[in-house]
C-alpha cells in the first residue's frame, strides 16, 4: 500500500467513524412504540418501568409500547401525552425543557398523529426533523464556510460548533419557511438573501445520546453568501461566528470532537457533493450509502 493509498484509507476510517458516532444504536434495549398499528419510536427498557405509572395512556408488554387505544384522535393523544410529560418533567425525567411542539409523524409528509414536547422526542425515539443551512463563500483558494459557535446555555451540545444556521422543525411552518425563520434569527440572513438557498437533500441517522435516543431527519440548505456578508446572532443561540477554508472545517470535523456531532454529518455531504471527498475514497458508496435512510420502523420491522 502506497502513501497516498494509506492516506485515503485513513481519512475514510474517520469519514466513517463519524457517521458510527450519530449511528450508536441498539435494538435489543429498546421496545418498540406503537401507535395506531404503526411503529413510530422506541423507548429504551430502563424507561418502560417509570410509563407503567400511566395505564389508561401506555399498554406495557415484554416486548413493545402501544399507546392505549381509547386515545384515537389527535386531540385526546396530545393532551393524554401531555400531562404525562408534565410530570415525567417534575420528575427530572426530562431534560431541556423548552415549551415547544413538535409534530409526532412516521415522515415528513405523513399526518401528525398528535403534538409533543420537543424535548420529549429523545425518551420515545419519534422521529424530529430540522433545518440545516451551510453559509459559504467563494474565494480565490476555493470555498470557505462560516460556522457557528453554540451558546453555553443551550440545552444539547453547548460551546459546540455548528453550521451557521440550523434549527429543529416547529408544528405549522414548511422546511423552506422555517429555513428563512432560522436564517434571520440565527445569522441575521436577509430574506431576499435567504431565498436564494438551495434544497440539497436530507440526511438521517439514529443513535443513542445522552438526552435519549436521537431518531432525526436534517434537511438541508447551501447558501452561496457574498464575501462582504457578515452573519450575526439575535436570538442569543449562538455566541460567535467564524469563517474559516473548508479544509480547515473538515479537519477539524474528521480530528476532533469540536463540532456537534450531527452537524459534521451535514459537513461530510457537504464535501461530497462539492468534490472534496471523491470517489477514489475506500468505501465510497458506503459512506454516501450511510448518511441516508435510518428508520425506526426497519429496526423492528416485525411489527410493521
Not at 444504536?25 to 427498557?45: E, M, Q, S
Request: aromatic share 10%; proline share 5%; with cysteine.
Amino acid at each position: 500500500m502506497n502513501k497516498k493509498t494509506k492516506a485515503l484509507a485513513l481519512i475514510s476510517e474517520k469519514i466513517k467513524q463519524r457517521i458510527a458516532d450519530c449511528n450508536q444504536f441498539n435494538a435489543g434495549h429498546y421496545r418498540p412504540f406503537i401507535i395506531t398499528g404503526k411503529v413510530l419510536g422506541a423507548v429504551n427498557t430502563n424507561n418502560c418501568s417509570t410509563l407503567k405509572s400511566f395505564p389508561d395512556v401506555f399498554i406495557i408488554t415484554s416486548n413493545s409500547v402501544t399507546m392505549h387505544p381509547d386515545l384515537n384522535d389527535y386531540a385526546s393523544r396530545t393532551s393524554a401525552l401531555a400531562d404525562v410529560l408534565e410530570q415525567l418533567n417534575t420528575n427530572g425525567f426530562i431534560n431541556g425543557w423548552r415549551d415547544e411542539l413538535y409534530p409526532v409523524t412516521a415522515t415528513f409528509t405523513s399526518e401528525s398523529i398528535m403534538a409533543m414536547e420537543r424535548a420529549a422526542f429523545p425518551m420515545f425515539g419519534f422521529c424530529g426533523f430540522g433545518v440545516h443551512l451551510n453559509g459559504f463563500v467563494k474565494t480565490p483558494d476555493g470555498y470557505s464556510m462560516w460556522v457557528a459557535k453554540r451558546s453555553m446555555n443551550k440545552p444539547t451540545g453547548p460551546g459546540k460548533l455548528d453550521q451557521m444556521v440550523a434549527g429543529g422543525q416547529p408544528i405549522g411552518l414548511s422546511l423552506y419557511d422555517n429555513m428563512i425563520k432560522e436564517s434571520m434569527e440565527e445569522a441575521s440572513v436577509p430574506e431576499h438573501l435567504a431565498v436564494r438557498a438551495k434544497s440539497v437533500g436530507a440526511l438521517s441517522y439514529i443513535g443513542e445520546r445522552p438526552d435519549g435516543l436521537r431518531h432525526d431527519v436534517l434537511y438541508i440548505y447551501d447558501l452561496l453568501l457574498p464575501n462582504d456578508f457578515i452573519p450575526a446572532n439575535s436570538d442569543g443561540e449562538v455566541e460567535e461566528f467564524y469563517l474559516w477554508p473548508i479544509h480547515q472545517v473538515l479537519d477539524i470535523v474528521l480530528n476532533s470532537q469540536r463540532f456537534k456531532f450531527n452537524t459534521s454529518l451535514v459537513i461530510i455531504d457537504f464535501c461530497i457533493r462539492h468534490g472534496l471527498i471523491y470517489s477514489d475514497l475506500p468505501d465510497y458508496n458506503e459512506i454516501i450509502n450511510s448518511l441516508h435512510g435510518a428508520s425506526i420502523a426497519t429496526q423492528f420491522s416485525s411489527f410493521t
